[in-house]
């Protein structure tokens, strides 16, 4: 059986191509060479002496290659001095121009658009460096562990705090795994989360927030770790501070008058013969005794019941049936209620009855010292159920400590209904707001539920 010989294509080599001056060169010669050709036929046919034939043969065969070789030396020229500026702004160089450049030339208006070209880019490195000079002041200033990984999950990038975190300085970082560091756990799971882990330079809850990014067209993630263990003790010494102070102030309140008054009835025991009125006097100091201590069983009930609100039972509501009924309950002053939007949400009613309630009684409270009225009324937002209370009060005079547990401004008021309220509403998922009207005096109290998913529909 005979082998099929192959065949292979011919090899074809690549056609050499003359350079654009060369071009330029050999098209001049080439239009010039016609006349220089019927001239010389001229000259050599005609009655001239062979020196003047060979004379004016060098002449006009001098004159040909010299004005081709001028021709090709003034294309060449310009297209060598944009090569070199071009080349300088490939190299970061943008301070070289060219001169003699004129508007009504073409050549000139290309030359004038790259010394334009340089200038652009000149102003954009600049701003480009001061960016990245204040990014880098930044990210050496904040008190955020910022690391930068790359696709093999390799360091590339990590600021002051991430060296304090990790307890190295970034030459002896920088190449690392993160493995090696001790942050694979970081790099893995949710980008958003939080952390109960010990680091080299400390230990605590970390917020770690990861998000990824390009470089040279190259994937790389961006580590992003907080230190919340030293901003949630300081909120709590803060809150402790807030807390003692309160609960100092109600109990001196109440502890002064009650030292006062045992230590002048035990004055009045020890009188002997006792006065007259001994038992008028004993009867109203023990009346006051009890009544303080009356007063600070009811202080503690209220911060019991703000201590251990429950979490909400999610049920449907339906929004008119439950504003209504909640005005009803007001008997002080008529309140008109404004009607929105059927709306029927999921909320636990119990809780959202009793900040109701609270919203209602404030208003009422303020609407009674001036005279004025209370509506209310609900609407729908594109997310949100928004109930709305509005009072013709004298209007709120420091908004600052209205959500300060036990501050209140009536002289029977515990100081715990608004932030019982608030919570209740940022237990569903909401907030509270109170803030003076604008078109007249008066407060409003607006409360908003979110309505995501099955949480609200229209009926």
């Not at 930044?138 to 690391?147: N, Q, T, W």
């Not at 580590?223 to 901003?231: A, C, F, G, M």
């Not at 007259?276 to 202080?299: H, K, P, T, Y």
Request: one cysteine or more; aromatic letters at 6%; charged letters at 25%.
């Amino acid at each position: 059986m005979k082998e099929r010989a192959t065949v292979s294509p011919p090899h074809h080599r690549p056609t050499r191509q003359l350079r654009h001056d060369a071009r330029i060169w050999v098209m001049s010669i080439a239009g010039a060479l016609p006349a220089c050709i019927v001239a010389l036929i001229f000259l050599w046919t005609g009655d001239y002496t062979p020196k003047v034939q060979w004379t004016l043969t060098v002449v006009i065969l001098g004159f040909l290659f010299g004005f081709s070789a001028a021709l090709r030396s003034r294309v060449v020229l310009p297209l060598q001095t944009l090569s070199n500026l071009l080349a300088a702004l490939r190299e970061g160089d943008y301070s070289i121009r060219a001169r003699g450049a004129k508007r009504d030339d073409p050549l000139g208006e290309v030359v004038l658009e790259v010394n334009a070209l340089g200038t652009t880019l000149r102003e954009q490195r600049l701003g480009a460096l001061e960016a990245t000079a204040l990014l880098s002041k930044v990210m050496e200033e904040i008190d955020v562990a910022v690391l930068a990984f790359d696709g093999r999950q390799s360091l590339r990038l990590v600021n002051r705090a991430g060296e304090r975190l990790l307890a190295q300085p970034a030459e002896r970082l920088l190449g690392r795994s993160a493995a090696e560091l001790g942050l694979s756990e970081c790099l893995e799971g949710d980008s958003h989360r939080l952390l109960d882990t010990r680091f080299p330079g400390g230990m605590g809850r970390w917020e770690a927030r990861r998000s990824t990014f390009r470089q040279a067209g190259l994937p790389h993630q961006l580590l992003v770790l907080s230190d919340l263990s030293r901003t949630l003790r300081e909120e709590e010494r803060k809150a402790w501070q807030r807390l003692i102070r309160v609960l100092g102030h109600e109990l001196n309140n109440s502890l002064a008058p009650i030292k006062s008054i045992a230590g002048s009835l035990e004055t009045l025991v020890l009188k002997n013969p006792p006065p007259a009125d001994w038992r008028e006097d004993m009867q109203r100091g023990l009346a006051v005794i009890g009544a303080r201590g009356e007063a600070l069983s009811r202080f503690m009930e209220a911060y019991t019941r703000l201590a251990q609100l429950p979490p909400p039972r999610f049920q449907p509501l339906d929004v008119e049936t439950w504003v209504q009924r909640v005005v009803r309950l007001e008997t002080r002053l008529a309140v008109a209620v404004r009607p929105g939007p059927p709306l029927t949400i999921q909320a636990d009613g119990d809780q959202l009855d009793q900040l109701l309630i609270n919203l209602l009684r404030n208003a009422v409270d303020a609407a009674l010292i001036t005279g004025g009225g209370v509506s209310a009324g609900w609407e729908r937002t594109p997310v949100h159920l928004e109930v709305w209370i509005d009072d013709e009060g004298p209007g709120l005079s420091n908004t600052s400590n209205l959500f300060v547990p036990f501050f209140t401004t009536k002289p029977q008021g515990s100081g715990i209904g608004l932030v019982l309220s608030r919570q209740i509403a940022e237990a569903h998922g909401g907030d509270l707001l109170l803030e003076n009207r604008t078109n007249q005096a008066g407060c409003r109290a607006r409360l908003r539920l979110p309505l995501t998913g099955a949480e609200g529909r229209k009926q």
